[in-house]
């Protein structure tokens, strides 16, 4: 594969139009939580901190769970637009409404049923009491969410990313609008404290839903696919086999999210000063990862475009080059977070002891973003394929099976407290990148021998355009 020529261009330009829009989408849906920490850790203290974050603990793992499971819908949409198959996409559509709706109610119970884990994971009783509420006023949040997640990923199924970024943004204005009405009682309104900031987190959810569906009921280019939930009918069958895409997908994910809330659960066994620093830490974490995941739409998207054309030759130059915009991407922000990582934790906290902590953090986050960029992209590019099942099995294996037992081992048997746990993940990341890597070149090498290659090649004037 050349680097410099035509069509590899022509790739990185088609990825970047689908990636900058979905990074700065999917940044949308992470700063909403960010803003809440911030709100929450600079303005109302640590201990309102700490219990967003023990309620933030579980939830973020269930929301991406969601988040990832609806991504199925966008493999099976762009191979169905490589093939031209306007009728697949619009069943597609329909189901994925379906499964993402139960998908939605089956969070927010298990999200309301979490709070009688929440003694397991802390034993201060205040700490429990304010993040209670606040739990389930964010459980109430998920099928806004998830109804949401339809049309933005049956939208980029489509390459069509734009607007969904401009209402992930919008969306910020107003959760930080209404964070300030309801936490702090302007308006008129009653003080609400923590609880406020949750229900600006509801209401901005909403806004979302509202705004999107606006935009597909009066886009012209979706006129065919609006009539879907009238004209296509609901197949049992449609939706288990939706549902055995979208669920290992799902899973894939949560076990990521699953694994960094797990070690703040570990870390809530050494200090608060220590949650608050691996809370800071880790929001900045998830900021770039979000952007990050934009390439692995991008991936997924493209790939699972020439997979439907069966043109094997581009789909590997697609995927791969998203894996080199990744390692360009991810560098640039490890070097940031080593240059600016004492200024940074300022944004979120006051407290010198939870600062000092939260930039030596950062600079662990920092060795491992090129892993967390790369292994975000491959996993993108599998799913393009349909390949979930063994790709779940090495991020489950990575992160539970490797990674969080050393970080243990590391934080509680060789005394490295908070690094040791961090120490941890950055292995984990790394043999997960790894894997991925060496995973996506067998699955395409062997789609390579095992069919011929399609006689219909892109015409030269795409590349030239």
Known sequence: MKIFSKRYKYHLIRNLEIAIPVSISQLGHILVGNVDTAVSGKWLGENALHSATLAYTIFWVLMIFGIGASIGATSLIAQADGEENKNEIKSLLMHSCVVDFLIGVFITVMMICSIYVYPYISDKPHIIKDAIPFGIILSFSMIPIMMYQVFKQFMEGLAITRQATLISLTSNVVNVVFIVVLTFGWAGLPEMGLNGIAWATFIARLYMLAAIVVFFLRDARFRFYRNAFSDVPIRMQKI???????????????????????????????????????????????????????????????????????????????????????????????????????????????????????????????????????????????????????PTLLVLCGYWAFGLP??????????????????????????????????FRIKVRALKKNHSMPIQLYKTFIYDR
């Open 240 to 390: 288990f086999s939706l549902l055995r895409m979208s669920v290992p997908m799902g899973m894939q994910m949560a076990l990521e999210a699953g694994a960094f809330s797990f070690a703040a659960i570990l870390v809530g066994y050494i200090g608060t000063n220590e949650v608050a620093a691996h809370q800071v830490a880790l929001s900045m974490a998830a900021v770039t990862y979000m952007i990050s995941s934009g390439l692995a739409a991008s991936a997924n998207v493209r790939v699972g475009y020439e997979f439907g054309r069966k043109d094997y030759e581009q789909l590997w130059m697609a995927g791969i080059s998203n894996v080199h915009m990744a390692l360009v991407l991810m560098g640039t922000f490890a070097l940031m977070f080593i240059l600016l990582r004492s200024f940074l934790p300022w944004l979120y906290s006051d407290n010198t002891i939870v600062i000092s902590m939260a930039s030596s953090l950062l600079f662990i986050c920092a060795m491992f973003q090129i892993s967390d960029g790369v292994q975000a992209t491959l996993l993108g590019a599998l799913r393009g394929i349909g390949d979930v099942k063994i």
């Open 406 to 439: 050393l970080g243990w081992f590391l934080a509680f048997r060789m005394n490295m407290n908070v690094f040791g746990i961090w120490y941890g993940l950055l292995m984990a990341l790394t043999c997960i990148a790894i894997t991925l890597y060496l995973r």
